[in-house]
C-alpha cells in the first residue's frame, strides 16, 4: 500500500510544482512576451498535464489493488440474462358511456339542491317543511 500511496503524494507534488511553472510568470512579474515566461508556462503545462495522467494510473492501480485483497466490494456487473419487467399494459381509455355513468348522478343531485334552493329563496316551503 505504501507505494501506492507514495506514487500518490510523489504525482500530487509534481501537479503543485507544475502549477507553480504556470503562475510564476505572474507572481513574479516576468517581462511580458518573454522567453522566460514563455518557457515556463509551457513547462508547466506539461509538468501538470504529465502529473494528472500519473495520479489517474496510481489511483487505479491503488484501487485494483485494493479490490483484490478484499478491501473494497466489488463493482456490480449486470447480469445479462436476467428478463426485465414486462411493461405494465396501458389502461383502457374511458368511453362517453363511462363519464355520463360517473356524472349523471352528480348531476341529478345538484339539480335538487338549485331546485331546493330557489325554494327556499321564494319563500315557498319546501317538501321538508310541510
Known sequence: MTRYLAGVITATAALGVGTWLLLA???LDYPSGGTASDVDLWTGAGVCALSLITIVVWVRAWRTRLR????????PVPQP????????PAATEPTIED?????KPL?????AD???YAAQKAGRPTEERR
Not at 363519464?99 to 356524472?103: A, D, E, G, N, R
Open 25 to 27: 510568470p505572474y507572481a
Open 68 to 75: 483484490d485483497d478484499g478491501l473494497l466490494p466489488e463493482r
Open 81 to 88: 440474462g436476467v428478463p426485465e419487467e414486462p411493461p405494465v
Open 99 to 103: 363519464l355520463h355513468s360517473l356524472l
Open 107 to 111: 348531476v341529478t343531485a345538484l339539480a
Open 114 to 116: 338549485q331546485l331546493e
